[in-house]
């Protein structure tokens, strides 16, 4: 039988909220088995960019890396916010390794088609071998969403899609489940109401949310990266929040 691990893609606006992540690093330790853990930092890192000057474009609410976005945002996430996790989660005993897909070569990307004049990734390969390594020797990877083209050029990735991806890839080798950590207490079919929660969803009733418009943008996007993970060996993909974190009875589960 094979072992159990959860791909765990936590918000940034968790993480940028201190009681957030208490609650994020205390909810943790209810989840069983072995853990890698992807991280955002997106209001963080629009922030320090504001405050050093630099602007930063968006299209459809994501960033636009050019040069000088991917030196701030690489600052933030692979920098503060990566090493702030990793040192709270030695606090509570875990053995995390914070890592970009650069380091160990873990993750290469090409750059998306649609950003010639840009720095976006999309995932091309995960290094199974390399992960597999760390986890198996009982260490927790925490990865900030870059990774790299192979050619020497750092490259940012969107992180539901790259947190689907690993997933995916290390569904080969082990028993996956992934989840998606937000404010959410997860799919809402009211968003005025934090309670109303769908607590299982069909590809079916998915299709009837978007069409009327319940689910769009980029929590779409999340859905989307979540029945992909499905289709591609994940056993159960959960979206909730860090309350919920660890609580079979609390979030979204995708059937």
């Known amino acids: 039988m094979a072992e159990k691990l959860t791909v765990i893609k936590v918000s940034g ?17 209810k989840v069983e088995g072995k853990k890698l853990i992807i ?22 609410e994501r960033p636009v890396i050019d040069d000088n976005a991917l030196k701030v945002y690489s600052m933030t996430y692979a920098g503060l916010v990566n090493k702030q996790l990793v ?3 030695q606090g509570r005993k875990y053995n995390a390794l914070g890592l970009t897909g650069a380091d160990m070569n873990v993750i290469t990307s090409t750059k998306q ?29 925490v990865i900030a ?5 192979g050619k020497g050029q750092l490259l940012f990735n969107e992180t539901d ?3 689907a991806e ?23 079919l009211n968003v005025l109401d934090p309670d109303s929660v769908v607590p299982a969803l069909k590809r079916t009733q998915y299709k009837a949310l978007r069409e009327m418009e319940i689910i769009k943008d980029w929590f779409a ?3 989307d990266n979540a029945f992909s993970a499905i289709d591609h060996g994940v056993k159960n993909v959960v979206i909730t929040s860090a309350d919920g974190l660890g609580n079979p009875k609390q979030g979204t589960h995708i059937k």
């Open 87 to 89: 040192a709270m989660l």
């Open 145 to 149: 969403p870059f990774t790299h083209d």
């Open 166 to 188: 690993t997933a995916k890839a290390l569904a080969m080798r082990y028993d996956v489940t992934l989840i998606y950590c937000f404010v959410r207490k997860g799919v809402l």
């Open 221 to 223: 996007n999340k859905v």
């Open 39 to 60: 991280h955002s930092a997106a209001q963080l890192a629009k922030t320090v960019a504001g405050k050093m000057g630099v602007g930063i474009s968006e299209v459809n």
């Open 161 to 163: 899609a790259m947190a």
């Open 113 to 141: 088609a649609s950003d010639a004049n840009g720095y976006t990734g999309v995932v091309r390969q995960i290094n199974t071998a390399a992960l597999s390594m760390l986890i198996d020797n009982n260490v927790t990877p």
């Open 13 to 29: 606006k968790i993480l940028e909220n201190p009681e957030g992540l208490k609650t994020f690093i205390k909810n943790l330790a």
